[in-house]
């Protein structure tokens, strides 16, 4: 997978790594409420507990907030706007830009 590249260059609007966390404790709370649920109440006539997944957390208080498209020209200007900055020479300059775009395009 080390060479693996993204086929949609989608990437988080954050800094945020991962949801897992927040994931882990949506779902505990969720198990813990959907329990208590099944100890007290019947169940409907589909066999399901009347409970929305939405009313237990909020996907915009997760760690990340959404997506953004990355096209390969941002990626690019992005790219070289950071070597200018960066970079002292041009040899320097072109090889951090292609190291960046690399960056961003893998997984």
Not at 21 to 43: G, N
Not at 75 to 101: D, H, I, P, T, W
């Amino acid at each position: 997978m080390s060479r693996s590249t993204r086929k949609t260059p989608i990437r988080s609007i954050t800094t945020y790594r991962s949801e897992r966390d927040d994931k882990q404790i949506w779902h505990r709370r969720w198990r813990a409420h959907q329990r208590t649920a099944l100890a007290s109440t019947p169940l409907d006539d589909d066999g399901t507990l009347p409970e929305s997944v939405k009313q237990l957390s909020d996907v915009w208080c997760m760690g990340k907030d959404g997506h953004l498209y990355w096209s390969a020209d941002r990626q690019k200007r992005m790219a070289r706007l950071f070597a200018r900055r960066q970079g002292r020479g041009r040899k320097e300059r072109n090889a951090l830009e292609a190291r960046l775009r690399h960056k961003h395009m893998g997984k």
